[in-house]
């Protein structure tokens, strides 16, 4: 998610309060993996299982529907003191015959605890019991708030509907507390294993893969090719998977796909208002939106989910997930003059709120690195365990590959309470458990699991690009911010060569000092949270307070470093082309966002959390300017594909490491002279070159060039040694002379240039590639 969304005032430094806040104080393990709702073997009882370490009383309450209807039976749960789990077993015989429930169970729980006692008297809707909303320990238990089961495999709809539009049900404080909330409350859905395959998972290697970051229902929703009732859902989805493929992704990254408050962006599909589309508020980590389901029967969304990835599977294609363990979809405090008591008690809240939330040093308010409410309890050894616990049912259950981990730094706490500090050496943090619990995949590829970060969050020391611990890849925002400035504000902002130079060859000076490779960078020039690739070099700023369908959208950064191109169109679609090849002739690994292959718009918009509009959906119709930019798409990823030494496992050398008298990598000048650290560290230089020695790497080309001329103007540029009895063949050249079906020219046909000593002109802002044969 974008910072500029979440900076809503400024975090508190950090309060050493050491009795609550560091990790040394943390519970010791308990194993708490086996939770849910879950059919033993025979299928005969369901054993309801949840944890709580501050509850006095949990109920659990079964309904035969998800809405209106009162429970058909609740029992009272028994606490297992070694491991502070409450679990009762409910006989399926017994549900039928008695109860008469002989289709879906749904569930949810009821809790009590030292805030409000359990007093037999009471009933639904009453303050009987009640001491108070919070008290000094941090509980807000209710039992007028049914509860979502945290681990809950699917649940039956959101909080609210067109049907339960009242939110203030879910609320504590004065005036919402003895709001009954079971009617309208999502319930978990009690579910058999589920038969549906995965696929074979592909195993290739993080450095050779290209990410395609889309959200789920926006990749079909406007599609006409895609049958109606499947448009923006899982099935409609998994008929883009030849079409990815074909594109050259190896990758597709979803944006949030786990459970969210999304149903009421349907009440009125004419406007943004309270709509969330991105999906970053999470009500339950193990269910998928059942919102993106053309199946909505219980158990749909969990085979329909599958039969999605086995799509990808079958064209080759990995699937990751964006997570977001750093807050959840209950929020923070209601603010206002009751913003101590008013809190949402949808789930872990009414559960174990020290537990799951981290929280002032005096334990009454949310602490927020996030913006959006507070954080997940991140150093908390049970609330990890539901982090794992959630992601290896994503990979083993769902079939996931890998997981984008959204404000990434949270996971990296050393504090449960009245603090933050981000440590990667922490070895108990919930960075370091995930890389240890669900292993990273091998540099060479095979089993295992891609995690990439978004290494900051807000506030503190969050902001760790290039910090985390090994076996993370990160999202490279310095990377993102010196192509943009450089590309876009020359003569406002200064970015050295000699920064550019590590950004082409992976980033050394960020993932070469701790053992991580090239390969931990994902490159990207744009992501979902901010402008398109398009309007990075269509707009000077954020148009965020249009009418709807293209806004309004609140918050959005205002520091984009983005361009109009002096408003030519031509100079828009060679910026982009520049900025996409940027990423593919890049040591590390591309990332691109859905629709930059044609050109997307957001229509100046950066921030469309909230547009779930057909101007925010990807757009199937192209014109030529738009085919020509997929072609170039496809043909780049196609090159970079073609090249293994664009896709290098270790750093680049500086060094001839075959002996033919090539180096790996060397850097020139315009004028064909070796790049040494005066050139690099001019402020006045904008143009550099380097030659790859295809060679050392398998590769067909002997050798690759590549020249970026980051003036405004024409710079000719001095050809290299091609090596003994080559010359140099032109692969693209970004200019917007050369734009059309063949801006990259397919293999075989790249025309001949030269050889050493020959001067080639390159248009200011534009890029070159040749290779040698």
Known sequence: MFMSLRQRGAVAACLLFLSLCWASLAPAAINTHNLGAKYDATQANINFRVYSSRA???????????????????????????????????????????????????????????????????????????????????????????????????????????????????????????????????KGIVLAPSTTPIGTKPTRALKDDVVYEVHVRGLTKNDSSVPVAQRGTYAGAALKAAYLASLGVTAVEFLPVQETQNDTNDVDPNSAAGDNYWGYMTLNYFAPDRRYSSDKTAGGPTREWKAMVKAFHDAGIKVYIDVVYNHTGEGGSWGGTDGLTVYNVMSWRGLDNPTYYSLTSDLKYSWDNTGVGGNYNTRNVIA???????????????????????????????????????????????????????????????????????????GG??????????????????????????????????????????????????????GRKPWHSVNFMVAHDGFTLRDLYAYNSKQNLQPWPFGPSDGGDDANHSWDQAGIAADQRKAARTGLAFMMLSGGVPMITGGDETLRTQFGNNNVYNLDSAANWLDWTFDADETNHKTYTSRLIA????????????????????????????????????????????????????????????????????????????????????????????????????????????????????GEWTVYGVQGRSMLVLIAK
């Not at 959101?158 to 309208?184: F, V």
């Open 56 to 186: 006095t009383r949990i109920e659990v309450w079964i309904y035969k529907t998800a809405v209106g209807a009162q429970p058909v039976v609740k029992y009272v749960m028994t606490k297992d003191a070694a491991t502070q789990v409450w679990s009762k077993t409910a006989v399926v015989s017994t549900l039928k015959t008695t109860y008469g429930l002989t289709g879906t169970v749904y569930y949810g729980y009821r809790a009590w605890g030292p805030n409000w006692p359990y007093v037999s008297t009471w009933v639904k809707g009453s303050s009987t019991g009640f001491i108070s909303d919070i008290d000094a320990s941090g509980n807000r238990f209710n039992p007028n708030k049914l509860l979502l089961d945290p681990y809950a495999v699917e649940i039956s709809q959101d909080p609210n509907t067109a049907t339960c539009a009242d939110g203030t049900i879910y609320a504590s404080g004065a005036t919402h507390r003895t709001k009954d909330s079971g009617p309208c409350a999502p």
């Open 639 to 754: 090159f970079r594909k073609a090249h293994p030494s664009l896709r290098p496992t270790n750093f680049y050398s500086g060094s001839d490491t075959n002996g033919n008298v090539m180096e790996q990598l060397r850097w020139f000048k315009p004028d064909g002279g070796v790049a040494d650290t005066a050139y690099f560290t001019n402020a006045s230089n904008h143009a550099i070159a380097w030659r790859i020695d295809g060679s050392e790497f398998g590769d067909s080309a002997s050798a690759i060039y590549v020249a970026y001329n980051g003036w405004s103007g024409n710079v000719n540029f001095t050809l290299p040694w091609p090596g003994t009895g080559k010359q140099w063949y032109r692969v693209t050249d970004t200019a917007t002379w050369n734009e059309g079906a063949n801006t990259v020219v397919v293999p075989g046909s790249e025309a001949l240039i030269g």
């Open 384 to 458: 990890q365990n539901l982090i794992i616990d959630s992601l290896a049912y994503w990979r083993d259950s769902l079939g996931v590959d890998g997981f984008r981990y959204d404000l990434a730094s949270v996971l990296g706490n050393t504090c449960q309470h009245g603090c933050f500090n981000f440590d990667k050496m922490d070895a108990g943090n919930a960075l370091n458990r995930i890389v240890n619990e669900l292993p990273p995949r091998a540099a060479g590829g095979g089993s295992g699991v891609d995690h990439i970060a978004e290494p900051w969050a807000i």
């Open 461 to 514: 020391n969050s902001y760790q690009v290039g910090g985390f611990p090994s076996g993370w890849a990160e999202w490279n925002g310095k990377y993102r911010d010196a192509l943009r400035k450089k590309q876009n504000q020359l003569g406002v902002e200064t970015v050295l060569l000699s920064e550019l130079a590590s950004r082409f060859a992976g980033s050394s000076d960020l993932y070469g000092d701790d």
